[in-house]
Structure formats: structure tokens, C-alpha cells
């Protein structure tokens, strides 16, 4: 189980040192020189500027400054934001908690309403349950996530029963981490739940299919000869079966979130990754906008591993080799 | 085709309704010039955020008129933006009115527009927008930019992931590892991320050509990796087929193997995959102009006929006919999810 | 080796009175199975043979009632050790899996659960007092020649051959009357199926089950069967003892090599088709080498006493009369 977890976190390596060069060429072959920019403006003194200079090495060869580049980001350190003048990974480290957040409530939510679902449906396969179901998810597919963030704002201007906008409301520096944590919560929820809705109908289709698979596969036929319980059968042999695939697409999920994530953020007025990348974008902040892939694309590959591990902690046929 | 469509109404009604509904939608969005009854630039300066208009059968007296009807309306409350009927007139609603002078394809200039009412009234089926654009010809009009873009941008990729995908497979080795790690990378990126990234790399302000071809290139360069993948997959599994051995103990080229008995081959497949991939490169563009990166004024996309919302609650809570534009793309991505999940079952060889 | 096999006390634990099977295909209802007659007498083990496709599997799982969604049993009797398992209800038919009618598949691997190791998916066999399961797991595993490590490790950790001897052990772990063993060396070698045949041998003359043995390998069925019945499209043509008497069926002839099948009037709709016809003429008439004008009807499979029985007019009347 180590090894397998070692050979995996090795694997990794090479995506980082991918991701890093793709970054680097799209920084390179950004046309105009940043710095000239930078320099215009009054706001950004000249030693700044030097100190970047330096520590890309903007003044030596192409290879030298893909290495500095390559070393800046092993330590994390992605430059300094041209909009706001600090450091991009303090502006990361800030946005980077309320997307992760984010993603880790919805996905919660949507495993707990679909997986239960889709367990039912798929064990009444044909039934008008499932056929209902199907049809929902269809529909939940097909929905883009902006659209559904559109079509919840528009219900919240109506009806004003929870805040949109921002993590907090309370701003009273003497309330209580609960009440704080609380508020959190409620700001939350709006977010996560357009999110929630998008991803929970895949989510539904893959575990139906499995369960359904799972259920006509021959060991639940000899269970069933065997004289096992229904409810054994299906709690403990179909379901976890079934759950098995679906850790691979915890890991896949992450990225699908993420993108969803993005559009739900700026539309509802989440502070987090993809509200940021937008900004960065809209205010040309290069080095900004290639920390915010590069965390991206990082978290990707972290949902991956844990997806792996938690496959390879289920299946004894990965786990004993 | 019969033969293909015969098998698709056998598989569900549905799916072969999708079919025709995509079609037809298709062939509405490329005549939308002809269809549409404003120009989609047209402003009615005086009718921002108009809501859709009251189509009228029967008038304030009670009596019936076969001709459906509108009335002009007016400004009623100029902050809540609340518009009031003037019931002293009728509009009926006439075929080939005139109009402000427009191009047609790019070919002809024609005053004719297809429907309308005559002036100062207005028929906004879809109500109109901050400028007091109808809404219905923008997304019309819309619906030509968004669905071009996501059939030319799957249409690249497809070749691209055609020919990494069927190199990488066919030649193997030192050729498919570096193929295959390119492609590894550029899925590392979650999408939307890579794809904020690459349009970062050009200046905001670009004419509405340029930022065409720039979403194009865009949505191809993501799309293609997971195309690729897939035919290479498929690529290494025909090539172990007898009629590829025995092809290539007669002596033909690599190249003609390839192109003429292994990627064929995979053509089921990625019809299917085509349909399957079409809806996330419609997402792919709304979401850019929606943010206000892709297709810019004046034309209109789905995307950036949402634009004005994000961000805005009060003009999604005045304005919500503004979201139709959602609906339009809701209304397609279903449609091809559905005929993508039957091409599944009714092109796989298996289920012949 | 003939010698040491005895038929047994006559004791009938299984018996099948004209059962029909249909598989249903949108409205229409397709015959799978027609006219069966089977009895199995305690200690015996009765070989089926037929050609893949003949029904052999749909009749073991309508033994245990666990026929796919879409096939129907539409009349007849299955009377296990005097309870009469048609028409009860799903309930009643669970409790009795295993315990009274246990059954062995065909590809072990695919028959274990991958999940889960060897010692639950005994320990889910054992329908008894959890108290003897300790006791019990011990002996049986040694019984089918395993050692009792193997409790602790996982499906996909064994050979195929020691993946049948763990579903032996799990058929056996409630001293079954019957246990049905469908095709259980086709995907084994040769040296592992000498193995399990002798084992199953061993079990049969220690513990006394009686034991249905589908192959399709007529000659393992000579060598071992105390009876052999033989399945052609659905039908059962013939039962008969190996090595009292020469079999009477033209279709067993050809099996055995004794005559030459008639080839004229074979079209390949009749290869192909699927069982039909069967109420208007005998189902072999077609590739019948001794077939007679009065042949061209219905033909009833008939007992000719306890034990063997024909389903031809020729020779049923014949020693009949």
C-alpha cells in the first residue's frame, strides 16, 4: 500500500515539470513586455520591479529563466500580482480556501442525495422511481452551471431567503467564531447548492450504471445462491462494488467542480479561485493568472491521488498485488 | 442514412426527435438573417429592459380579431422601468414589413423582414435589453455565433485528436510517449482554468473576427487531448486485427494502413464522441462571452446575452427574460445529450 | 472405479414434473425449456450433457429459482426433498438456498466477490449456529483440500483451481441434499478438472448429496455419471445409465459416435433458430438420421421405469410394450 502510494506520488513529478513548461510558454509568448508596463506605472517603485527581474532572471537565457522559473515554483513563489502589488501567492492562499470549501460541500452534498438515489433506481431498474430520476438527471446534465447560478440569484433577489455575495455578513469583531463560522455556512450554501445541482445528475447516471452492472454481475448470482440476505446483497456486495468506480471519479470530479466551481464563484459572488483567475484575466495579471492555473491544475492532480489511495484502500485487488 | 435513422427511431422516439429538433435548429440559426424581425443591432432608445410583449386576439372591447395584435406601449414608471399598453390603437402583426436597409449573408441588401408591426409599436417576443434590443433576434442572430463556433472548434479538434490520436497508436514507442505526455498535461489543467489562461495571452480588445477565430483555436486546443486519447486507445486495439496484418504483409504503406483501414474504422466511435463533446465547446464559448472575453458587442452569442446579468441582481430581477438566453443553450445541450447517448447504442457494432 | 459407485437408497430428493421455462421478449414469450422430467435419488450423481445453448443452466437456475428478470417458469412442478418449490414465495425459496440446494459455477473467479476474502464469503454460506462456524470453516476447507491460511486472503490471490475448491466448500458447508454443479471445470486444465472431479467424487460418497453435473464433455459424463441425461434445444431426449445399457436415442448415438447425423434436410434456419416448432413434430426431426413419417408429431418425453426414460416414439413405445 506505501509503495503503491510512493509510485503514484512519483508519477506526479513529471506532470508537475509539464505544467510548469506549458505555463512558462504561455508567459513567453505573451506578446508585449510586462515590465515596460509595470514601469509606467506610478504605484509599482523601481526596485520592485528589479527584484522581479532578478528572481525570474529576466535577463538571461531562455533555458536559465525556464529553470528559475521551474525553481520559483517548487517554492511556491509565482511573482508578484502587477494589479495589486502583492505577492500572488498570499493572494492565492487567501481565495484558495473559500473554492476548496466550496467544492468539498458540494461534492458532500451531491454523494449524499444521489448516491442513496441512484442505489434505489438502480436496484428498481424500469421502475417509474427510476425512470423520474433518469429524467432529472438528464435534465441536471444539460444544465450549464452559469445558468443554474443565473436561475438561483434571480430566485434570491425574489425571495431574499439566504445572502448572496461575499463569505460574510457579520462584521462585528466581537462575534464569536460560531457565529462567524455559522455565517460562512450560510453564504455557503447558495454556491454550493447551484453547484450540487449541476454534478449531482452524472453523478447519478455513473452510479446507477454501476449498481446495475454490479447487480447482474455472476458473484451476486452466486450470493444469491448461496442463500445470502437481500439486504446483505445489496448493502454490501452491489453497493460497495458499485462504489468502487466512483472513487476514480471523485478524483475527476475535482476538475469538473473546479471549472463549475469558477462560473458559480464569479456569478454568485464567491471569493475563490475562479473569481480570481477572472480578475487577473480581465486586468492582464499575467503571473497572477498563471499561479491561478498552476494551483488549478495541482488540486487536480491531488483529487487524483486521493481518489487513487482511497480506490487502492477499498479494492484489495489493487491494495494486495 | 435511412438505414441509420430507422435504427435511431427504433432505439427511442426520442432520441430521433432530438435528431430532427438539432437539425431544424440548426437550419433556423442559419437563416436567422431571414427569420429574424429586427435587425440585432436595432436599438429602441426608448424601450430598455421592455418584457416580452403581449401578442393580443381579442382588444379592450371585448372583440375577437383572427390577426393576432399588439399595442404600443409606454413608460410607466421610468425607475421600476414598467412599460403600460396604449389601448387606442391596434398593430396586427403583418408578413414582410419594412424596415431599416441590412445586409443578408453578407450578399444582399433588403428592407423586407420576414414579421413585425408597424411603427412606433414594437413586437418583442423575448423582450429587449438594456439598449432596447429585441431579444429574440439577438439570440437568434446568437444562436449562429455560438453553434458555428462549437461545430468548426469540435471539428478541429477532431482532426487534431485524429491525427495525434492515430499516430501515437499506429507507430507506438518513442512517438506515442511523447504524444501521450503532451496530452497528459493539458488535461492536468481543469478547463475552464487552461482555458482563461490561453486567452490571457491575447489583448482584451479585439475585433470581433479576430476574438472568433481566437475562441475557435481555443476551445479546439482543449477538446483535442481527450479526443486523442481515446482514438489512440482504439487505434491499438485495430491494429492488432487480422485485415491489418494481413494489409500490411501485402506490403501497404503505413500511411495508407492508417488512413484508410484503421482510422475508418474508429468513424462510429467518433461521431458518437463528436456529439457526445459539441455541448461542452456551446459551454465553453457562453461562458467566455459571458465574462465578457469572447464574442463582443455589438454581436450578439448566448454567452454575452447573459453578460449584462452577471454580477447584477437588480437587472436579473427586473429583466428575467434575459435568461432565455440560458434556456436556448439548456434547450440544445439536452437535446444532444439525448441523440448522443442513443448514437452510443445505435452505432456500436455491437448492437447491430 | 465403476465398483465403488452405488446408486444409492433410492431416496428421491429432486424431482421435476413437466416443467416449462419461457423467456419473455417484449410481448411474445419464447420456449426455453419444454416437457422436462427429472428426478435425482440421493448419493447419485446424474451428468446433463447438451451442446451450449440447450438449456442445461436455465434448468439448474430454475431449480434454485433464480431464473434471469425475463424468464418465466409457466407451468410444471420442482419438488425438493417433498417441498414443492414452484409457485412459493421468494421468501420461503431464500432459506432453502444453500442449505438444502447449494450450486457450483462455471468460472470460479468470476463467481467470488473480489471485495471480500475467503472467510466471509463462508462465513455468508454457513446458514447454521455462528457458534460452530469456527469449527466448521476448519474443516471444510481442509476437506476440499485447502489449507486454512487461505481463510484471510482474497479472491483474485488464487488459482482457479483452488477458486472452485473454495466454492466447493462453500456449497458444502451446510451438508446439502443436492448440490448442482454447472460446467465446473470448463475453464480449468486438464490436471485441475482430474482434480475437482475426484473431489467432488469424494464429497458425493462421503456426504452422501445427490449431485446434478452439467457439462457439455459427454465423454466426463460416461466416466463419471451415475446417469446421464441428455438436453437437445430445450428438451431433455434421454436418461439412461452409462454402463448398464447402451443408449436408444438417434441424437445420443450421434453424440456417442454410434451413427452418422442426417444432413439432408438440415437448412440453416433450423441450426439457427430458436426452439420452436416443438408442438407440431419431435424437436430432432430435422437432423434425425431414423426418423419415420410418424415422427411429424408431438412426441412427450416417457419414463421407461424409475431411473431412464426416452423421448422418441421409436423407442419409447418399444420397450414400453
Redesign the interface.
Known sequence: MKKLILKRVLQIIPLLIGMSFVSFIIIQSSPGDYFAQMKMNPEISPSTIEQMRTSFGLDKPIMIQYLMWLKNMCKLDFGISFAYHIPVKTLIKFRIKNTLCLAVFSIFLSWLIAIPIAVIAGYKEGSWFDKFFSLLAYISISLPSFFVALLFVYFISKTAVLPLGGTRSIFDINAGSFEIFKDYLKHLLVPGIVLCFVNIGGLFRLMKNNFVEIFNTPYILAAWARGVPARSIIFKHTLRNALNPMFTILGMEIGSILNGAALTEIICGWPGMGSLILEAVLSHDLYLVMGSLIISGFLLIVGNLIGDILLAFFDPRIRIS | MRNFLGRLKKYSKVSYFSFWFLIIFYLVSFFADILIPYHFDYQFRDKPYHPPSKIHFIDTEGRFHIKPFVYETFVDDPIFRTYKENYSVRYPIKFLVDGPERNVFFIFKTKKYLFGVDAPAGIFLFGTDTYGRDIFSRLLYGSRISLSISIIGVLISFVLGMITGGFAGYFGGITDQVLMRIVEILMVFPSFYLMLSLRAMFPLNLSSIQVYFLIVMILSLIGWAGLARIIRGMVLSIKEEDYVLAARSLGLSHWRILVFHILPNTFSYTITAITISVPGYIIGESALSLLGLGIQEPYPSWGNILSSTVGNIRVISDAPWLLLAGAFIFIILINFNILGDALRNVLDPKNW | MYLTRKTGEMEKILEIKNLYVGRIDGTKILPVLNNIELSIYKGELFCLVGESGSGKTTLALSI?R?LPKSFRILSGEIILCNKKITGISEELI??????LV??I?Q?PG????????IDTHLR??F?GNPVEFNQLKIKVITEVGLSPEILSV?P??LSGGQQQRV?IA?ALINNPSIIIADEPTTALDVLTTKQIIKLLDQIRIKHNPGMLFITHDLNLALSTGTRIGIMYRGCIVEIFKPNKEKPLHPYTKILMGYSEENHSDISDTTLMDTKQETDEKCIFFERCPEKKPLCNRKVDFIWRDETTGIRCIKYGQNSQM
Open positions: 434454485i433464480l431464500r432459506g432453502l438456498r444453500g442449505k447449494s450450486m459455477f468460472d468470476a463467481y467470488l466477490d473480489p471485495l471480500f476474502n455468508e454460506s446458514h482474497y483474485h490471490q466454492l462453500m
